[in-house]
């Protein structure tokens, strides 16, 4: 037994003197020449001319007694000749007190006349020397390399961070030390680098801008393109990450203005005759930024865009399927009391056709929720986090609920009862906050254009409503069974008085523009001034739209695990919630490609497939359960109405 100990004893004793700390062989900061960035210039004798950024830290003590130092940053430009930069790096050191440190390198810049001589064997010495980093960025230079070292900095703290940060935004090339190695390994040995210039921030500044690109054959320079030139390169290497794009229709007076999310390119080889061609295709997905043409091209706030200024009678229309959708929620429920719409199905369709229409109606849910979830997506990155990726925004949202309702229905129960309130009295506070600014004309007159406008604008109001079928799933657990139907019909009520509110808070202040928008309540609260102080309370919007969310979210999800559960006669659904969370995360990216194309489903098919599955499936089912006691000679009498 003691034998058996001894090894791992000696090995975490070895491990340990790895350890322990030692001072033997310090550098301490004082003593290093850090240097930041690097130009590479040619003399008129051809000589090198190493020219380095220095990075130094002065230490200086304050008071007589021991007082703790603080650090000075300065900057100084050194420079060296030699034939390579090997020996112009050893010259360099011959005039420093310090020992020259290339670990924090960030940039190394060739002048023209060097990358025309051709840049491998300086490329050499980077890749050998251990202190030099592969992620260190290369840059053309046409003016003298040194030049550009030699720029003051407003914004960063020395030339080198200034020139960092260009590369990082990517509207123009980034190439770093080993994508430049892995371009000269390449069969074509052709290679390419952003060019920089020097131009006038002012009559007192200059700075650096990216110009274009420099191509190289065999490590020598063979010609400059310019800015424009190296964009295209750029859409065929996807590496374009930020754009803008305009575009102008025929017949159509204006612009469209589009700000890149992320972009796809395809290179298609062929042969025509004897030659070779290349099609190249790049799907791109985008955000409207600016629209100066008179088309109504994005997805404005959903009812706006037909209702106009009938805007809150859309909601009241689109309420009556909210009021019917509870009611048949509650005739099946006092038919087959304690079970959902999902075993109701089966049990008066029949084991297998009841689970083919249980499965088709589960379909719904997850496909739905992935809308919901993606909906949810759209409005925190389209307003908020707009660097954050939306797959990550949903996946937080889905695990989040995948949690509370694993917590089960009355965790969400009780969640809900704490959110409501506090919900209502932020669309109070929004809407009174604004009551300053109203126009009372914005709404008038009241059916303009007759009761037509507003009942096209319902449409999309009707497929909200029609999500109360999901009471379903919540009747067999409340506890007072009595209060089941009025509770259903308050919260379709509340749901509607709710919209009013928020209609008429668009209207009043927005006008015609309403429908301009994606997120018309969003816009308005950042409308709020009072006495210039109270201002910037778009948080609040954002409170609302992830406390809703969030309950909306967790509804469908449970609505989908149960279903499921009940469909598959599995004991539990705890098991299942954390494995459809990556189902729901998928479907809400596969749902739609972009928010203007959801917009579009959500106007067409998503109020059709809605009524199919929440109105007439139920309906459906409540005739096929009175037709089947009346055939049975079941007792049909109900229990009397509360």
């Not at 980077?126 to 030099?132: A, C, I, Q």
């Not at 992320?262 to 290179?267: D, E, I, S, V």
Request: glycine share 6%.
């Amino acid at each position: 037994m003691k034998k058996n100990w001894r090894m791992p004893i000696i090995f975490i004793l070895l491990v340990s003197i790895l350890l322990l700390p030692g001072c033997w062989n310090r550098t301490e900061l004082n003593d290093l020449a850090i240097i930041t960035a690097t130009a590479l210039d040619l003399t008129e004798d051809k000589q090198l001319l190493l020219s380095v950024l220095l990075f130094v830290a002065k230490i200086s003590s304050g008071g007589e007694q021991g007082a703790q130092g603080s650090e000075n940053e300065e900057t100084i430009v050194v420079s060296a000749k030699g034939k390579t930069i090997a020996e112009a790096t050893a010259k360099l050191q011959e005039v420093l007190p310090r020992q020259v440190f290339w670990g924090h390198n960030k940039i190394y810049i060739f002048s023209r006349k060097v990358a025309k001589e051709g840049i491998l064997d300086h490329i050499d010495f980077l890749l050998r020397h251990p202190g030099p980093r592969e992620r260190a960025k290369l840059f053309v230079s046409q003016d003298e390399a040194r030049e550009i070292l030699k720029l003051p900095s407003s914004l960063e703290g020395d030339i080198s961070e200034v020139l960092k940060e260009l590369a990082k935004e990517e509207t123009g090339l980034n190439v770093t030390l080993k994508n430049f190695q892995e371009m000269l390994t390449h069969p074509a040995e052709a290679a390419i680098l952003p060019v920089i210039e020097i131009y006038n921030l002012n009559e007192n500044k200059r700075g650096p801008i990216l110009y274009g690109a420099a191509v190289f054959q065999n490590g020598a320079m063979t010609g400059v393109i310019d800015r424009k030139a190296t964009r295209g390169v750029m859409w065929l290497r996807e590496e374009i990450k930020t754009a803008t794009v305009s575009i102008s229709m025929e017949g159509v007076e204006g612009s469209v203005a589009f700000f890149l999310k992320k972009n796809r390119t395809r290179l298609i080889p062929h042969i025509e005759g004897d030659k070779w061609n290349i099609t190249v295709k790049i799907d791109t997905e985008d955000d409207i930024v600016q629209n100066t043409t008179p088309l109504n091209v994005v997805g404005p706030s959903m009812m706006a865009k037909n209702a106009e200024k009938d805007l809150w009678l859309s909601a009241i229309w689109g309420s009556t399927s909210g009021f019917l959708t509870v009611y048949l929620a509650w005739k099946l429920h006092r038919l087959f009391p304690n079970q959902t719409i999902v075993q109701q199905l089966e049990q008066v369709f029949g084991r297998w056709f009841g689970k083919l229409l249980a499965g088709i109606f589960l379909f719904f849910i997850m496909h739905a929720s992935g809308l919901i979830i993606r909906e949810y997506g759209e409005f925190i990155v389209g307003t908020l986090l707009t660097r954050t990726p939306i797959n990550v925004v949903m996946g937080c949202i889905v695990f989040v609920s995948a949690f509370a309702v694993h917590g089960g229905i009355e965790l969400l129960g009780r969640f809900s009862t704490i959110v409501a309130p506090v919900f209502v009295l932020l669309i109070l506070v929004l809407f009174l906050m604004l009551l300053p600014d109203y126009r009372v004309d914005n709404m008038l007159p009241v059916m303009e254009n007759g009761i037509i406008p507003s009942l096209k604008g319902s449409i999309i109001s009707h497929a909200w409503f029609m999500e109360f079928l999901l009471i379903t799933f919540l009747f067999p657990y409340v506890h007072d069974q009595s209060k089941t139907l009025r509770r259903g019909m308050l919260a379709v009520l509340g749901m509607l008085i709710t919209m009013i509110v928020t209609g008429f808070t668009s209207l009043l202040l927005l006008g015609n523009n309403t429908a301009t928008f994606n997120f018309p309540v969003f816009i308005a609260s950042r409308y709020i001034s009072l006495a210039d102080f109270l201002e910037h309370v778009e948080s609040i919007v954002m409170v609302l739209w992830m406390l809703g969310g969030f309950v909306q979210i967790s509804m469908w999800y449970y609505a989908l695990v149960l279903g499921t559960t009940q469909c598959l006669k599995l004991t539990d659904y705890r098991p299942i919630v954390f494995p459809f969370s990556f189902i729901l995360i998928a479907f809400s990216i596969w749902a739609t490609p972009n928010f203007q194309k959801m917009v579009v489903h959500f106007f067409t098919t998503a109020s059709v497939f809605s009524f199919i599955i929440l109105i007439a499936l139920p309906l459906l089912l409540l005739l096929a359960a009175f037709i089947r006691r009346r055939m049975t000679g079941e007792e049909g009498r109900m229990e009397p109405d509360p």
